[in-house]
């Protein structure tokens, strides 16, 4: 579902250079949960943000879904990640004067879905984690697990194939974060190939593979 070959990302601050990534090849296969830990700097998520296209790699190639993505134009890849990817931030990236069912449906329209049926997409991915009682409320009227369930109903809203999650639980008490996790648990069950960026241990042994990073390599990789 997704390679890397070769990955390696260079931050540039005038003369000074700090290479991040390191030279990264990584496979996920479909329909694998895949957590990536490390230490703070380790490079994990300057790594997932290069594998979703959120970021451009100084050199290397990402495959995605049998496509090499290193020569699509930035108007190509806008439109890739729109169909093929969805994305769980820890700060939810909720627009706050949008409501729920709001902030669900704006991706699917931008992928220019007829608006009766974006709604009702929508509708579908809010009560599916749990939300059929908040599609009206805004942001600010959600408590943090309630928005971060919001984030994760609108990345699988369209059925993405692969689903990035950068740090999903940082934001939350342990009641939220257990109940996110669920959702993550259950969306693998049915098929939902997931890449996940934690620094917890006890996250990690409920995916399949799990990567450490350190300097900007991988030093480890087991599965579960």
Not at 6 to 23: C, H, I, P, Q
Not at 132 to 141: C, G, K, Q, S
């Amino acid at each position: 579902m997704i390679q890397t070959k070769n990955l390696v990302k260079t931050f540039r601050d005038g003369d000074a250079e700090t290479k991040v990534l390191k030279g990264i090849d990584f496979k996920a296969e479909q329909g694998e949960f895949v957590v990536i830990m490390g230490r703070s700097g380790s490079g994990k998520s300057t790594f997932l943000y290069q594998m979703s296209l959120l970021d451009e790699p100084t050199s290397g190639q990402i495959i995605i879904d049998n496509r090499d993505t290193k020569n699509m134009k930035p108007e190509e890849k806008i439109l890739f990640r729109l169909q093929k990817c969805g994305y769980v931030f820890q700060d939810y990236a909720l627009l706050p004067e949008l409501t729920a069912v709001e902030n669900v449906v704006l991706p699917l329209l931008m992928q220019n879905i007829d608006k009766k049926k974006a709604y009702t997409i929508a509708k579908e991915a809010l009560t599916k984690v749990g939300l059929a009682h908040r599609f009206d409320n805004l942001p600010t009227h959600l408590s943090g697990g309630e928005q971060q369930r919001t984030s994760i109903a609108r990345a699988i809203a369209h059925k993405p194939k692969l689903l990035f999650a950068d740090e999903p639980t940082a934001n939350l008490d342990n009641e939220s974060s257990r109940a996110v996790l669920d959702i993550f648990k259950e969306l693998h069950k049915e098929g939902q190939t997931i890449i996940m960026v934690t620094h917890e241990d006890q996250y990690a042994k409920m995916a399949q593979k799990v990567i450490k990073l350190d300097d900007g390599k991988i030093i480890s990789e087991h599965k579960n």
